[in-house]
């Protein structure tokens, strides 16, 4: 692997989401708790923010068209690629704080975790393809990172209120999760599990926030690298670049003010390649 590379530092409260865009060879994130989007040109460095909202932005994916479709505090609006912001649905969870962390499906579906006012509130939602939005799963405090294992047949699933990875049976022609059983299980000096990404051999690169790293785990639940960083709080990780072999990787805990690490957004290059994020394609 080569060395950590900080890529941008917007000071983000909490950097996520990170996301590659391989139509337009650009990295996109979020600050959730300052509304705002970024995204940074692979080739060549340059990054801006070009967004910011009214509401937190929990999480977003790329819909077919070439849109992004917002997970905000309690709504989900469509951002077009002409600066228009429309909210499509809203009110959807009276239980919950907002949206953490979403991911499309092969179908173009989305799954939609939140988190709750409380630790028994909060939940896992699934966004159809008219739009539709129905409760996967109920009660799970913080609903973090998911990723599809390479055959499709399974999801894994963050629970950072247990510290628990998850893995459920995934049904494509349904989008149905069943028989959710625990995979892995963080010790507390391990710091929390949140974001994650899976590369092409299957292994996952999770985030721990509060445990300044990040954990490559094997699909036999044992851990094959741990990736250190100078920041405590590490939040998502994402594959981009023309190989996806770059992985870039969201902090958080910064401050508008400060001059420190915290809540940059850094990359590194890895050995084994990921593999490209799905479109949501939802009817808006």
Known sequence: MSELEPVANYHCKVG???????????LYWADIESNRLFRVDHANGEHECFFTGDSMIGGFSFQ??????????DRISVLTKQGTHRVLAAGIDGDMWRFNDVIADPEGRVFAGTIGRTEQSGGLYRVDLDGKVTPVWKGTGC?????????????????????????????RATGALENRRPFY???????????????????????????????????????????????????????????LRTLYVTTAG???????????????EVPVPGRLEFRSRIRL
Do not use: H
């Not at 996520?16 to 650009?26: I, K, Y």
């Not at 973090?144 to 499709?152: A, R, Y």
């Open 254 to 268: 910064g401050k508008v003010t400060d001059d420190a690490l915290d809540g940059t957004l850094y990359r590194v």
């Open 143 to 171: 609903a973090n990172g998911m990723s599809f294992t390479p055959d499709l047949s399974r999801l894994y699933w963050t629970c950072s209120t247990t510290r628990i990875i998850y893995i459920a049976d995934y049904d």
């Open 16 to 26: 996520e989401n990170p996301l590659w865009d391989e139509r337009e060879g650009r």
């Open 185 to 243: 299980q963080a010790p507390p000096e391990e710091g929390t599990p949140d974001g994650m990404t899976i590369d092409e051999a299957g292994e996952l690169w999770s985030a721990r926030w509060g445990g300044s790293c990040l954990l490559r785990i094997a699909p036999d639940a044992t851990i094959k690298q741990k990736l250190e960083f100078p920041v405590t709080r590490v939040s998502s990780a994402a594959f981009g670049g023309p190989d």
């Open 64 to 73: 077919e068209d070439g849109s992004l479709l917002l997970f905000e505090a």
